[in-house]
């Protein structure tokens, strides 16, 4: 209900105006107006929206709450637009307004969404009209090379997919950049048992598998911590790699593309898009961050390095916080490679324009790092005042123990173990079902029904849940054919897709709804919804709003169906109940997509 949402507004702002004209045109003169605050109603007893602004008006004014909100219905009541989208508004408490849309209003809304694919959501616009929208940079996934993506990677790969589809439905241009971690001193020591475990893949166009990645850091890890020669060769490696040596450049390479390929069968599983762009892509602009950051006489040498330190964020000792950006041997780190990607994201984008919202997608435990990132990016005047660069944190996935989630021998767990074992617990669940019912379907369609519901239900488990806080994984729950999982979603969309087909093309429909029962009327309400939720996301990047709509709507569904036939209604109602059925399949369909989950026909 945007499009209502926003005309009211309006119209209320009008009212305030004019009943208070003295108190408007000071405001103006302040550079500010009288706020109405219209929000949603939070009760369906309230109505479809609640004017708030009376209370806070009532300091301005020094009128008594109730009495203003009694001026502005006055002055509301006298516009006939108003009028023909509200009922009479009603004054509670101490002073809130309670307006409830008409139901003939609600109807064109809902007639006006069945053939629109956008299910109402407005697409973004520059405020200055015929100007392209600048790009919005989604940074996330991030892993390391020669290190096995694993679950830690999995709040940040699922969040930041979710992310990037929702901005690119409201008709963003979205770059989706996987900022790989294939640079910095540990290729050392990878080179170094390259060359010593796998020698002629330096040698052979062939492809040489290196096997088991994991394993292979591992023991050049313990090569590197127990051989003073290995240690040696490794530091002459890193040299050598830095300064263009072909033959470490060609190990390097072999190393990175076999972490591609091993990444890449993740995301084939998650259906995750991306576009690489690596630590390495920034080799070449690191040096003209440290000159930059000199000119403008930001950089301090301390012990050796060279830093910004920031009054805007305190270290422990109360003293500015000195962020490091060259070390002292003259070698770079992760801040000089942020400040260098963010400088060029900024104003070095292919396109010829920065971009004009960036958002990192990265673990709380980087908070502090992105936050001082973003301090010596604005103090050398990088981000331009329309630009939001911010960071999108989230919490640890946790065993039931409340622990962090590890094996039982207290390894991180890998994540293709992790995807394999949630297919495996609904495939047992689908077979057990399926006995259980007399049913015999074929092995693909088990194959592929529990593939879609395991993988769907790690990604919703994930989502479902307030990205900055911790949560607590358990294959049980997330399975669970009951409350706000991927599998009791994907049931009702079942549900409701068969009962689509049965109904086939809607006859006597005619863009005439009748609605006579109170379950309509609450669905049609939870489906218009829809486009303020998608908007709500955008601007507060958490996907967890759009997992609470979709089990709210899926309920109002199941209330829906529960009380009043749909099939055997007889007509105009049984054509307006099946238009609320395919606006329900629709709404959940585009929902569940902007999740990255992937729906089924069947169950």
């Known amino acids: 209900m945007h499009i209502i949402f926003q005309v009211l507004t309006k119209q209320i702002q009008d009212a305030i105006n004019a009943s208070f004209p003295k108190a408007a045109l000071n405001a103006r003169k302040e550079g500010s107006f009288l706020n109405p605050q219209l929000v949603q109603a939070s009760k369906p007893e309230f109505g479809d929206f609640q004017m708030n602004g009376a209370l806070t008006l009532s300091k301005i004014l020094k009128k008594p709450p109730r009495e203003i909100a009694e001026i502005i219905v006055i002055q509301l009541k006298k516009n006939k637009d108003f009028n023909n989208i509200c009922l009479a508004p009603e004054i509670a408490g101490p002073g809130f307004i309670n307006l409830t849309i008409k139901n003939s209003c609600l109807k064109k809304e809902l007639t006006s969404r069945l053939n629109d694919d956008l299910l109402g959501v407005p697409q973004a616009k520059d405020e200055e009209e015929n100007k392209q929208l600048k790009p919005i940079i989604v940074d996330f996934s991030s892993p390391n090379i020669a290190k096995e993506m694993h679950v830690g990677h999995l709040r940040s790969t699922i969040i930041g997919d979710s992310i990037a589809r929702i901005l690119k439905f409201r008709g963003h241009q979205v770059l989706r950049l996987n900022h790989v971690g294939d640079w910095g001193t540990q290729f050392g020591m990878l080179i170094t048992h390259l060359k010593n475990v796998a020698p002629e893949a330096l040698t052979t166009a062939n492809f040489v598998n290196l096997g088991d990645l994991v394993d292979f850091y591992r023991q050049a890890k313990k090569n590197f911590d127990e051989d003073q020669y290995f240690q040696k060769c490794s530091r002459e490696e890193v040299v050598k790699l830095q300064q263009g040596n072909q033959e470490s450049i060609k190990a390097w390479k072999l190393l990175c593309n076999q972490s591609r390929n091993a990444f890449q069968k993740i995301y084939n599983r998650l259906d995750i898009k991306l576009d690489e762009r ?12 440290i000159d930059e950051l000199s000119k403008l006489g930001l950089l301090i040498k301390d012990n050796g390095a060279q830093c910004v330190f920031l009054n805007e964020i305190k270290g422990k000792d109360g003293n500015p916080l000195g962020i490091i950006v060259q070390k002292s041997d003259g070698g770079f780190n992760y801040a000089t490679t942020d400040l260098a990607a963010i400088r060029y994201r900024l104003n070095d984008l292919p396109n010829g324009d920065g971009a004009g919202r960036i958002i990192y997608v990265t673990d709380a435990g980087q908070s502090n790092h992105f936050a001082s990132v973003f301090q010596v990016a604005k103090l050398a005047n990088w981000i331009p005042k329309d630009c939001k660069v911010e960071h999108v944190p989230f919490g640890l996935v946790q065993g039931e123990d409340g622990k962090k989630l590890k094996t039982r021998s207290g390894e991180t767990i890998r994540l293709k173990d992790l995807l394999d074992e949630a297919i495996d617990r609904a495939k047992i669940d689908i077979e057990r079902r399926l006995k259980e019912e007399g049913r015999k379907e074929s092995l693909d369609f088990i194959e592929k029904v529990s593939s879609t519901i395991g993988i769907s239900a790690v990604k919703y488990a994930d989502l479902s849940q307030n990205r900055i806080t911790n949560y607590q994984f358990s294959f049980d729950r997330m399975l669970s054919l009951q409350g706000n999982t991927a599998p009791y979603l994907l049931y009702a969309l079942v549900r409701i897709a068969g009962i689509n087909r049965k109904g086939g093309e809607i006859k006597n429909f005619n863009n005439k709804l009748d609605f006579n029962n109170e379950q309509e009327w609450k669905l049609a309400r939870e489906i218009l919804k829809f486009d303020e939720v998608i908007l709500e996301v955008e601007e507060q990047l958490l996907p967890n709003r759009l997992c609470n709509y979709l089990f709210e709507l899926s309920q109002a569904f199941n209330r829906f169906y529960d009380h009043i036939p749909i099939l055997k209604a007889s007509e105009p109602s049984k054509s307006s109940r099946l238009v609320l059925c395919r606006l329900t399949e629709k709404t959940l369909k585009k929902g569940l997509n902007l999740l990255g989950i992937s729906t089924l026909e069947r169950m």
Not at 278 to 289: I, M, R, T
């Open 278 to 289: 690596g630590e390495s892509f920034y080799n070449p602009f690191l040096k003209d961050v």
